[in-house]
Nanobody, 116 residues
Framework: QVRLVESGGGLVQAGGSLRLSCEASGSTANINAMGWYRQAPGKHRELVAT??????TYGDSVKGRFTISRDNAKNTVYLQMNSLKPEDTAVYYC???????????WGQGTQVTVSS
């Protein structure tokens, strides 16, 4: 089992920045990719960014504004969010993929609210 704990969410004005963190604990040895997804009220969960051993992927709506990074020694993934817009308001979820068991784990989510 892998436990993911997110932190760093909050309320920010449009144009501002936030940095989310997600620390993984437990059986982390086989974690390959980690990433962030978000879900706004009434909408489907969507990709924000993922980072694997050799690749990074961003959702179209955040390219150029968000940056994902990872500290393998700390089993932590970060999401630096700049130039935030009201439409970025959502619950942000961290996930990780266990490449041995083919299992995806999810965190409990952290709320990001961007005021106009």
């Amino acid at each position: 089992q892998v436990r993911l704990v997110e932190s760093g969410g909050g309320l920010v004005q449009a144009g501002g920045s936030l940095r989310l963190s997600c620390e993984a604990s437990g059986s982390t040895a086989n974690i390959n990719a980690m990433g962030w997804y978000r879900q706004a009220p009434g909408k489907h969960r969507e990709l924000v960014a993922t980072i694997g051993s050799s690749s990074i992927t961003y959702g179209d709506s955040v390219k150029g504004r968000f940056t994902i990074s990872r500290d393998n020694a700390k089993n932590t993934v970060y999401l630096q969010m700049n130039s935030l817009k009201p439409e970025d308001t959502a619950v942000y979820y961290c996930n990780s993929f266990d490449s041995l068991r083919f299992v995806t784990y999810w965190g409990q989510g952290t709320q990001v609210t961007v005021s106009s």
